[in-house]
């Protein structure tokens, strides 16, 4: 079972739409976790953390459930700016802080 | 500040040949890390070290190198290149502390022909 999944897309919103998306994760040690955005060919950046009591960022809102092991992102308002793979990345404490990202959920906005 | 910074960003080798990728970074982080990523097959992790002068395996080591012999630089060697990793190959680091999240190179597109 693989330690971070996703939901590969991919997600064509128009502009201005609400979009979620979902990541589960297995361990249940699982200490960290952040959503990365990935453009076409470039580096991941990170986007935000993701905190216990959920954080929101402008247009972008992380949730973290941890009873179901899963973390959310909502991005309102969408952007062709957007358009992007997002990446799940959770952390796991008895792991020496290695990084499990899930395979990305792509992200097109269209005008 | 530079960050973390990759070199090369683009090298095409025949196989069997070896060469070493530098990454280094400036911001005293401890922890750095060596990514490939592939179509489809999203990051997976080739070495890691924890500190100057540690190492230790990831998911995907075979046929890899690392060494850590000053804090700042983390190099990743291919000793005999072959078709398969063809790939683009990310450093990232990050400070010892909890929550701190990872940050990356701009990546090394590398292919063996």
């Known amino acids: 079972r693989k330690e971070v999944e996703q939901d590969p897309g991919p997600f064509n919103v128009p502009e201005g739409a609400t979009v979620a998306f979902n990541c589960t994760y297995s361990?249940?040690?699982?200490?960290?976790f952040f959503w990365y955005r990935q453009d076409c060919r470039k580096e991941p950046k990170l986007l935000m953390s993701v905190y216990s009591s959920g954080n929101e960022d402008g247009r972008f809102t992380a949730q973290l459930n941890r009873a179901s092991q899963y973390i959310s992102l909502l991005i309102r308002d969408s952007k062709l700016s957007d358009s992007a793979t997002y990446l799940c990345v959770v952390t796991t404490a008895n792991t020496g802080n290695q990084f499990y990202f899930g395979t990305g959920t792509s992200l097109t906005v269209i005008p | 500040n530079a960050g973390v910074t990759q070199t090369p960003k683009f090298r095409v080798l025949k196989t069997g040949q070896s060469m070493t990728l530098l990454c280094a970074q400036d911001?005293?982080?401890?922890?750095m890390y060596w990514y490939r990523q592939d179509p489809g097959m999203g990051l997976r992790l080739i070495h890691y070290s924890v500190g100057e002068g540690t190492t230790a395996k990831g998911e995907v080591p075979d046929g890899y190198n690392v060494s850590r012999l000053k804090k700042q630089n983390f190099l990743l060697g291919l000793e005999s290149a072959a078709p398969s990793q063809t790939s683009v190959y990310f450093c990232?680091?990050?400070?010892?502390?909890?929550?701190?999240?990872?940050?990356f190179g701009d990546g090394t597109r590398l292919s063996i022909l």
């Open positions: 990232a680091s990050n400070r010892d502390r909890a929550g701190q999240p990872q940050h």
């Open positions: 911001m005293n982080h401890e922890y």
């Open positions: 361990n249940s040690a699982s200490q960290s």
